[in-house]
């Protein structure tokens, strides 16, 4: 069984980087999940040749799964992919970003004829319905602070923002 841990900033440079997803939010600073087949997932994918870098891949599958386009995009850090079968370990990383342009949900070019649902919830119900233990709860909260941070949108939870001198009170609340 594969070993994940999160790992916050850039990717090592000799690591090989196989998926890059986003963990984005509204204006309102809610997150961005897509639905397939009754599960929720975030949006991105594998890189491809004809991506320039791993923020193309990125803007390239929020276009194609979910319609949206987003502005600046930041590095948050990286899913730390150990098979623990001898091979080295891989990153699958996670970026931050704000969506601003939703467009009407189409069929992904990839899979023709698909057409994902899409939701957006708080940064702490998509940590729950994410359901990736505290690698997931971790990435989560680390993008919110990035977005809070960084692109000025204040995020809440109930009624704290999200920084981290209350980050554990938000992991204890994931657990209730």
């Given at each position: 069984?594969?070993?994940?841990?999160?790992?916050?900033?850039?990717?090592?440079?000799?690591?090989?980087?196989?998926?890059?997803?986003?963990?984005?939010?509204?204006?309102?600073?809610?997150?961005?999940?897509r639905i397939e087949?009754?599960?929720?997932?975030l949006t991105g994918g594998k890189p491809e040749e004809s991506d320039p870098d791993y923020y193309a891949t990125l803007r390239r599958e929020l276009r194609e799964e979910a319609n949206c386009l987003a502005g600046?995009?930041?590095?948050?850090?990286?899913?730390?992919?150990?098979d623990e079968n001898g091979a080295p370990a891989y990153a699958q990383i996670r970026m931050a970003g704000i969506i601003e342009e939703i467009g009407e949900a189409k069929p992904d070019p990839d899979r023709p004829g698909c057409v994902y649902g899409r939701v957006?919830?708080?940064?702490?119900?998509?940590?729950?319905?994410?359901?990736?233990?505290?690698?997931?709860?971790?990435?989560?909260?680390?993008?919110?602070?990035?977005?809070?941070?960084?692109?000025?949108?204040?995020?809440?939870?109930?009624?704290?923002?999200?920084?981290?001198?209350?980050r554990l009170k938000w992991l204890i609340e994931k657990e209730d």
């Open positions: 069984m594969a070993k994940i841990t999160w790992e916050k900033g850039s990717v090592p440079v000799n690591m090989e980087v196989r998926q890059v997803y986003g963990i984005f939010f509204d204006r309102q600073g809610r997150v961005l999940l087949k009754g599960r929720y997932k600046d995009l930041r590095m948050v850090g990286y899913q730390k992919v150990n957006f919830v708080s940064p702490l119900r998509a940590a729950v319905l994410l359901n990736w233990g505290q690698v997931g709860v971790n990435q989560i909260y680390d993008a919110a602070v990035e977005v809070q941070t960084h692109f000025n949108i204040k995020i809440m939870v109930d009624d704290m923002l999200v920084n981290e001198e209350n």
